[in-house]
């Protein structure tokens, strides 16, 4: 197994990538503690403003030497009719009044990622990781001419064949047991509904820039299956989602802790963009509603407010519980147990 290639490139020494969870769940501290472990910690920045991305950014420099990297969301262009924009925003209405949420309707939202990527560059981030798209040619140049490493995010062959021709360094290839959000941007989300076991050994007879495996991995067993199969590293979110340095919400970590397989769903309700996450009242009664949606970012901000409450409530029926496909592996353990262990297991010891 050659894994020289990838390690050398990030300058980690383990093949564990701890995944970007946007949204608060992903912390500077959880980022330093994993880098420390050796390996790569990172900060989730999609829906930070430019202040706490260099906060965010500063607090990781601060606590480890090492390595880590920032994840930023490659911005929409959503084009809706205001009247149904309007009809989303109604469609809500039930679920604010069930929490006690305020309603006030605006559309607008904000997308810094522009002055993010100027933080990157300015506070000399190693790496910088993308999802939802490919950064346009220049950045790409721009962010070269500065030595950053850049890693792109694919659901599918062709767009992991998209990203090393735009000549991105790697690319994390996100099967369908992922949690969080979908990466899709060339095909539909059905379409890009592909199980790890089929789009890693695809992926790496295709693609010659090294494979980041993620997707539903929690543990040894699954990272050197992964590494089998032709990726160089896997990187995992909801196995570090219920470490006790994640940021996530005590509830959402119980709802993880105590789901099954079954139990998630792929589901647009909560953003307007396809993501996975338990099945709770609020999906149901969405479903069941047949309720508008609008689109990413749009949605997710019609939502937060009760999203918000609901946490404030320690109600999960209303939270998004993002998860992966393996719950029943996740533990209550710190960052650092979880990497001693995922260590422990691997068969390449890169010794
Ligand atoms: C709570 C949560 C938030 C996530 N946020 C992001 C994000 O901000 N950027 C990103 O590229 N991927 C994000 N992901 C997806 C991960 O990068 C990765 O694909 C996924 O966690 C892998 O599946 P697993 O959760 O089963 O390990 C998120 C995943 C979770 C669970």
């Known amino acids: 197994m050659v894994l020289a290639g990838l390690l050398d490139l990030l300058s980690i020494h383990y093949p564990i990538i701890q995944a970007p969870m946007a949204g608060g769940v992903s912390t500077p501290l959880l980022a330093a503690e994993v880098s420390e472990a050796g390996g790569l910690g ?7 403003n430019p202040n706490e991305t260099r906060k965010q950014i500063r607090e990781v420099k601060s606590r480890t030497i ?21 009809k989303a925003y109604d469609a809500l209405e039930a679920f604010r009044f069930k929490l006690g949420v305020e ?4 559309t607008s939202s904000a997308d810094h990622y522009k002055e993010q990527l100027e933080i990157i560059i300015e506070e000399g981030a190693p790496i910088c990781t993308f999802t939802f798209g490919l950064p346009s040619d220049e950045e790409i140049q721009l962010l070269k001419e500065k030595n950053i490493v850049l890693i792109a995010t694919a659901t599918t ?29 060339l095909h539909t989300m059905e379409e890009g509904l592909v199980g790890l076991i089929s789009l890693v050994p695809q992926a790496a007879d295709r693609v010659n820039i090294p494979l980041i495996a993620a997707g539903g991995i929690m543990d040894s067993r699954g990272i050197n299956a992964v590494l089998c199969l032709g990726a160089q590293a896997a990187q995992l979110g909801t196995a570090f ?32 963009k396809y993501a996975r ?3 709770n009242n609020f999906i149901k009664e969405m479903e069941e509603a047949d309720a508008a949606v609008a689109p990413f970012p749009i949605q997710n901000s019609f939502t937060g407010g009760i999203r918000k409450e609901a946490a404030r409530q320690n109600n999960p029926g209303y939270m998004s519980l993002w998860s992966g496909q393996s719950p029943r592996l996740s533990r209550d353990v710190s960052a650092f147990e979880l990497m001693q262990s995922l260590v422990a297991g691997l068969n390449c010891n890169n010794e």
């Not at 990172?42 to 930070?48: D, E, N, S, T, V």
């Not at 309603?103 to 605006?106: M, N």
């Open 42 to 48: 990172m900060i989730g920045a999609g829906y930070l």
């Open 66 to 86: 090492k390595p880590f990297g920032v994840n930023l969301f490659i911005p929409e262009k959503t084009f809706w009719a205001e009247g149904e924009t309007r």
């Open 241 to 272: 989602l219920t470490c006790k340095e994640s940021g996530a919400n005590p509830v959402h970590k119980k709802a993880v802790l105590s789901a099954t397989e079954e139990q998630t769903v792929v589901t647009k309700v909560f953003s307007g």
């Open 157 to 185: 062959v062709e767009e992991a064949k998209l990203a090393e021709r735009k000549g991105m360094d790697a690319v994390v290839v996100q099967g369908s047991e992922a949690g969080g959000h979908r990466g899709t941007f």
């Open 277 to 279: 996450g338990i099945y």
């Open 103 to 106: 309603s006030s309707y605006s």
